[in-house]
């Protein structure tokens, strides 16, 4: 148990290292996009962009009918048994169907963008933007589905030249030689639609040449329909209500207020969501590797895997956490810019939302592979009705405020549910002593990152970074100093200097000298 728990821990930390740098490389792409729109656009023009993106968001994940979180499953699972025909099967059908559905929710909301913009939103000026975004709808399904495909076959370095530099990486760069040369609002969302485009054929020319070739091409695909519908329609809704969940905010503050309010709410948005980014980062990898030892029996391995990546989300997650919090202000003028910066409530809120949501760790990945979706289902479907109810009650009583408070009261109680559900199943245990002394080596730098702070407004950009990173490498210090590590970090690590090929025997050994 001991060696294959190693190997596991092994390929998290690979597969993990690897959606870690192309998730970061994603959020550092798409943050720097929405501060050069943000500051390049003003508040209106920059919530118009904002309220597109996140009706796209919207129907990517209606269209892709939850087969994403099918692909997920059954390609591992089909795998480990060496089941050629029904793998190639579940990989033609999470790309054909998520199509003709993108096609036809595209069509609907092209055909019907006049009424979108001028009934629902009552902001004229998002019928083009919606025209535009709807073409881009295919191309979006696809790219997504293509990512969760490559993670599937524990391939995720391809993320990197498809996701990440296909299409984050030229939309920035497109962007920015767009306003050099003064585009517009409509520019900026053609620029989307191109960045999308040149993904989406990276993604098939990767999957055609690293991924059908594995399979072998004289296997016909063996379609295993009922089974991979029946898994992933119950998911689709409550990937649907999930994402509703995170942007009703967006949604309803454009109903209820004006597209000037939906740039300033966006832009704190952006700043506390990225506290998920190490949630997703370890969950994306987490899940087919779950699912591929439950086919196996190896409850115990995924309870212990559990515990290790939650520990590791926490770790990363608290410092970032404590800085958006405690520096609100300071987040958002040197980043967006001051005249956004009535929006840093906002942020605090958020912050504690996503925060608490992260630390619970990956309970939704785990729950699917449990086949706990009709208990996620129930939940998601509970508490996104909950969302829509307190964003329509909150919003037009207390603005922004009330648009963040009615987020965090239903993904954090969202979150909490789930959590209590799968330490029931796994039955997995916390070192809270260790938790303990994460927060004391988090906060004894954080004080005195605030006594400087005291003083920044007065201080250049250079210096402000120079002060955080310092924060995060006393942290780092600290955490070794109170024996915050096991033998498990050392597979990890171990992993890292593989695969990154960065030399870190010295951290590994001065992590072995203060073992827990």
Same mark, same amino acid.
């Given at each position: 148990?001991?060696?294959?728990?190693?190997?596991?821990?092994?390929?998290?930390?690979?597969?993990?290292?690897?959606?870690?740098?192309?998730?970061?490389?994603?959020?550092?792409?798409?943050?720097?996009?929405?501060?050069?729109?943000?500051?390049?656009?003003?508040?209106?023009?920059?919530?118009?962009?904002?309220?597109?993106?996140?009706?796209?968001?919207?129907?990517?994940?209606?269209?892709?009918?939850?087969?994403?979180?099918?692909?997920?499953?059954?390609?591992?699972?089909?795998?480990?048994?060496?089941?050629?025909?029904?793998?190639?099967?579940?990989?033609?059908?999470?790309?054909?169907?998520?199509?003709?559905?993108?096609?036809?929710?595209?069509?609907?909301?092209?055909?019907?963008?006049?009424?979108?913009?001028?009934?629902?939103?009552?902001?004229?000026?998002?019928?083009?933007?919606?025209?535009?975004?709807?073409?881009?709808?295919?191309?979006?399904?696809?790219?997504?589905?293509?990512?969760?495909?490559?993670?599937?076959?524990?391939?995720?370095?391809?993320?990197?030249?498809?996701?990440?530099?296909?299409?984050?990486?030229?939309?920035?760069?497109?962007?920015?030689?767009?306003?050099?040369?003064?585009?517009?609002?409509?520019?900026?969302?053609?620029?989307?639609?191109?960045?999308?485009?040149?993904?989406?054929?990276?993604?098939?020319?990767?999957?055609?040449?690293?991924?059908?070739?594995?399979?072998?091409?004289?296997?016909?695909?063996?379609?295993?329909?009922?089974?991979?519908?029946?898994?992933?329609?119950?998911?689709?809704?409550?990937?649907?209500?999930?994402?509703?969940?995170?942007?009703?905010?967006?949604?309803?503050?454009?109903?209820?207020?004006?597209?000037?309010?939906?740039?300033?709410?966006?832009?704190?948005?952006?700043?506390?969501?990225?506290?998920?980014?190490?949630?997703?980062?370890?969950?994306?990898?987490?899940?087919?590797?779950?699912?591929?030892?439950?086919?196996?029996?190896?409850?115990?391995?995924?309870?212990?895997?559990?515990?290790?990546?939650?520990?590791?989300?926490? =770790?990363?997650?608290?410092? @970032?956490? $404590? #800085?958006?919090?405690?520096?609100? +202000?300071?987040?958002?003028?040197?980043? !967006?810019? *001051?005249?956004?910066?009535?929006?840093?409530?906002?942020?605090?809120?958020?912050?504690?939302?996503?925060?608490?949501?992260?630390?619970?760790?990956?309970?939704?990945?785990?729950?699917?592979?449990?086949?706990?979706?009709?208990?996620?289902?129930?939940?998601?479907?509970?508490?996104?009705?909950?969302?829509?109810?307190?964003?329509?009650?909150?919003?037009?009583?207390?603005?922004?405020?009330?648009?963040?408070?009615?987020?965090? =009261?239903?993904?954090?109680? @969202?979150? $909490? #549910?789930?959590?209590?559900?799968? +330490?029931?199943?796994?039955?997995?245990? !916390?070192? *809270?002593?260790?938790?303990?002394?994460?927060?004391?080596?988090?906060?004894?730098?954080?004080?005195?990152?605030?006594?400087?702070?005291?003083?920044?407004?007065?201080?250049?950009?250079?210096?402000?970074?120079?002060?955080?990173?310092?924060?995060?490498?006393?942290?780092?210090?600290?955490?070794?100093?109170?024996?915050?590590?096991?033998?498990?970090?050392?597979?990890?690590?171990?992993?890292?200097?593989?695969?990154?090929?960065?030399?870190?025997?010295?951290?590994?050994?001065? #992590?072995?000298?203060?073992?827990?």
């Amino acid at each position: 148990m001991g060696e294959y728990r190693d190997y596991a821990l092994k390929k998290i930390a690979k597969g993990a290292g690897i959606i870690f740098v192309s998730t970061i490389l994603i959020y550092v792409f798409v943050f720097v996009y929405r501060i050069i729109a943000a500051r390049y656009l003003d508040p209106s023009g920059y919530g118009l962009l904002s309220l597109s993106i996140t009706l796209l968001k919207l129907s990517t994940v209606m269209a892709m009918l939850g087969l994403q979180f099918g692909v997920g499953k059954f390609v591992g699972f089909y795998i480990a048994r060496k089941d050629t025909p029904r793998t190639k099967g579940i990989l033609v059908s999470s790309l054909f169907f998520p199509l003709i559905a993108s096609i036809v929710v595209a069509v609907i909301i092209y055909l019907y963008s006049g009424q979108i913009s001028g009934q629902i939103f009552n902001m004229p000026d998002l019928q083009p933007m919606l025209k535009i975004f709807s073409i881009a709808l295919p191309f979006s399904v696809l790219t997504q589905m293509l990512r969760f495909i490559f993670i599937s076959f524990k391939k995720p370095q391809f993320i990197l030249f498809s996701d990440v530099f296909g299409e984050k990486f030229v939309n920035l760069i497109l962007t920015i030689i767009l306003i050099i040369f003064g585009g517009t609002l409509l520019g900026i969302s053609y620029v989307y639609l191109a960045s999308l485009i040149i993904s989406f054929v990276a993604g098939f020319l990767i999957l055609e040449k690293n991924v059908f070739s594995i399979l072998s091409k004289k296997a016909k695909a063996k379609f295993d329909l009922p089974r991979l519908f029946k898994f992933s329609f119950p998911i689709a809704f409550t990937g649907i209500l999930s994402i509703l969940m995170g942007w009703t905010d967006t949604i309803f503050i454009g109903i209820f207020k004006t597209e000037t309010d939906v740039g300033i709410y966006n832009v704190a948005y952006v700043l506390a969501s990225s506290l998920m980014i190490f949630l997703h980062s370890f969950g994306d990898i987490f899940y087919p590797i779950s699912s591929e030892l439950h086919s196996k029996n190896k409850h115990r391995l995924i309870r212990e895997m559990f515990e290790v990546v939650s520990k590791w989300i926490f =770790i990363t997650t608290l410092p @970032f956490f $404590l #800085i958006a919090v405690v520096f609100p +202000k300071h987040l958002i003028s040197a980043f !967006f810019g *001051y005249q956004y910066v009535v929006g840093f409530n906002v942020i605090v809120i958020l912050a504690i939302g996503y925060f608490l949501s992260s630390i619970m760790g990956p309970t939704t990945f785990v729950l699917h592979v449990y086949n706990k979706t009709k208990f996620v289902g129930f939940y998601t479907t509970m508490f996104a009705i909950v969302n829509i109810i307190l964003n329509i009650i909150l919003i037009p009583l207390y603005g922004l405020i009330g648009a963040a408070f009615a987020t965090v =009261i239903s993904i954090t109680s @969202f979150h $909490l #549910i789930k959590f209590r559900k799968l +330490k029931k199943i796994l039955k997995f245990s !916390f070192n *809270y002593k260790t938790y303990t002394k994460f927060i004391i080596a988090a906060i004894i730098p954080l004080f005195f990152t605030y006594l400087v702070s005291l003083y920044f407004i007065k201080i250049p950009i250079i210096i402000k970074i120079f002060v955080f990173a310092s924060y995060l490498i006393i942290y780092g210090i600290l955490l070794i100093v109170f024996r915050c590590f096991s033998e498990h970090d050392i597979v990890v690590l171990n992993a890292v200097e593989r695969k990154v090929g960065v030399n870190l025997s010295l951290i590994k050994k001065i #992590i072995k000298r203060y073992f827990y």
